[in-house]
Protein backbone atom coordinates (compact mmCIF):
# COMPACT_ATOMS: atom_id res chain seq x y z
CA UNK A 1 0.00 0.00 0.00
CA UNK A 2 1.25 3.62 -0.78
CA UNK A 3 0.27 6.96 1.19
CA UNK A 4 0.39 10.23 -0.22
CA UNK A 5 0.45 13.53 1.14
CA UNK A 6 0.29 17.12 -0.73
CA UNK A 7 1.54 20.06 0.66
CA UNK A 8 1.80 23.71 -1.07
CA UNK A 9 -1.35 24.50 -2.51
CA UNK A 10 -2.25 28.48 -1.10
CA UNK A 11 -3.62 31.83 -2.79
CA UNK A 12 -1.17 33.20 -6.05
CA UNK A 13 -1.77 36.38 -8.16
CA UNK A 14 -1.82 35.51 -12.03
CA UNK A 15 1.39 35.31 -13.44
CA UNK A 16 2.91 34.27 -9.79
CA UNK A 17 4.16 31.13 -8.75
CA UNK A 18 3.84 28.20 -6.55
CA UNK A 19 5.28 24.80 -6.27
CA UNK A 20 3.70 21.45 -4.87
CA UNK A 21 5.27 18.37 -3.22
CA UNK A 22 4.12 15.01 -2.91
CA UNK A 23 5.64 12.47 -0.33
CA UNK A 24 4.89 8.77 -0.58
CA UNK A 25 4.98 6.51 1.74
CA UNK A 26 4.76 2.40 2.13
CA UNK A 27 5.55 0.50 -0.33
CA UNK A 28 7.18 2.85 -2.09
CA UNK A 29 9.67 -0.33 -3.55
CA UNK A 30 6.75 -0.66 -6.03
CA UNK A 31 6.19 2.77 -7.56
CA UNK A 32 6.72 3.15 -11.17
CA UNK A 33 5.06 6.84 -11.49
CA UNK A 34 4.07 9.82 -9.61
CA UNK A 35 2.11 12.17 -11.00
CA UNK A 36 -0.03 15.45 -10.46
CA UNK A 37 -3.94 15.80 -11.64
CA UNK A 38 -6.57 18.29 -11.11
CA UNK A 39 -10.06 19.22 -11.06
CA UNK A 40 -12.05 22.68 -10.92
CA UNK A 41 -15.60 22.40 -9.67
CA UNK A 42 -17.97 20.89 -12.09
CA UNK A 43 -15.38 19.80 -14.30
CA UNK A 44 -13.51 16.39 -14.61
CA UNK A 45 -9.99 15.61 -13.04
CA UNK A 46 -7.65 15.90 -15.68
CA UNK A 47 -3.83 14.99 -15.44
CA UNK A 48 -1.07 17.94 -15.29
CA UNK A 49 2.13 16.10 -15.49
CA UNK A 50 3.50 12.46 -14.75
CA UNK A 51 6.80 11.64 -13.96
CA UNK A 52 7.80 7.64 -14.18
CA UNK A 53 10.73 5.92 -12.24
CA UNK A 54 12.94 6.23 -15.54
CA UNK A 55 12.77 10.14 -15.28
CA UNK A 56 10.62 10.45 -17.91
CA UNK A 57 8.10 13.14 -17.78
CA UNK A 58 4.83 14.08 -19.79
CA UNK A 59 2.66 17.15 -19.28
CA UNK A 60 -0.70 18.28 -20.10
CA UNK A 61 -1.00 21.08 -22.96
CA UNK A 62 -2.20 23.68 -20.98
CA UNK A 63 0.88 23.92 -19.03
CA UNK A 64 3.93 22.92 -21.13
CA UNK A 65 6.20 25.47 -20.63
CA UNK A 66 5.03 26.60 -17.71
CA UNK A 67 5.11 23.38 -14.63
CA UNK A 68 7.82 21.65 -14.32
CA UNK A 69 7.43 18.00 -12.77
CA UNK A 70 10.84 16.55 -10.81
CA UNK A 71 11.16 13.92 -8.71
CA UNK A 72 13.72 12.86 -5.90
CA UNK A 73 13.11 9.11 -5.73
CA UNK A 74 15.98 8.44 -2.44
CA UNK A 75 13.18 10.86 -0.54
CA UNK A 76 9.96 9.77 -2.40
CA UNK A 77 8.81 12.74 -3.50
CA UNK A 78 7.65 14.51 -6.52
CA UNK A 79 7.16 17.99 -6.89
CA UNK A 80 5.49 20.17 -9.30
CA UNK A 81 6.88 23.76 -9.74
CA UNK A 82 4.08 25.78 -11.53
CA UNK A 83 4.93 29.24 -12.85
CA UNK A 84 2.82 32.21 -14.66
CA UNK A 85 0.05 30.45 -13.11
CA UNK A 86 -3.09 31.35 -14.67
CA UNK A 87 -6.77 31.97 -13.47
CA UNK A 88 -7.48 28.59 -15.29
CA UNK A 89 -4.90 26.73 -13.21
CA UNK A 90 -7.62 27.30 -10.36
CA UNK A 91 -8.35 23.75 -8.81
CA UNK A 92 -7.57 21.16 -6.09
CA UNK A 93 -4.06 19.36 -7.21
CA UNK A 94 -4.21 15.80 -6.56
CA UNK A 95 -1.15 13.23 -6.12
CA UNK A 96 -1.07 10.11 -8.22
CA UNK A 97 0.99 7.28 -8.20
CA UNK A 98 0.72 4.49 -9.83
CA UNK A 99 2.34 0.73 -8.61
CA UNK A 100 3.23 -2.34 -10.14
CA UNK A 101 3.66 -6.15 -8.76
CA UNK A 102 3.82 -9.28 -10.52
CA UNK A 103 0.89 -10.41 -7.79
CA UNK A 104 -0.81 -7.16 -7.36
CA UNK A 105 -0.66 -5.78 -10.83
CA UNK A 106 -1.03 -2.01 -11.40
CA UNK A 107 -2.65 0.00 -8.54
CA UNK A 108 -3.27 3.87 -8.40
CA UNK A 109 -3.40 5.90 -5.03
CA UNK A 110 -4.49 9.46 -4.46
CA UNK A 111 -3.57 12.20 -2.18
CA UNK A 112 -6.49 13.87 0.06
CA UNK A 113 -5.83 16.59 -2.82
CA UNK A 114 -4.49 20.98 -2.30
CA UNK A 115 -6.43 23.52 -3.07
CA UNK A 116 -4.67 26.28 -5.46
CA UNK A 117 -6.45 29.42 -6.22
CA UNK A 118 -5.25 32.29 -8.96
CA UNK A 119 -6.75 35.42 -8.56
CA UNK A 120 -5.82 38.67 -8.01
Known amino acids: QVQLVETGGGLVQPGGSLRLSCAAS????????MGWYRQAPGKQRELVAIFSDNGSTNYADSVKGRFTISGDNAKNTVDLQMNSLKPEDTAVYYC??????????????WGQGTQVTVSS
Open 26 to 33: GSIFSIIA
Open 96 to 109: NGETSGVSSGRNYY
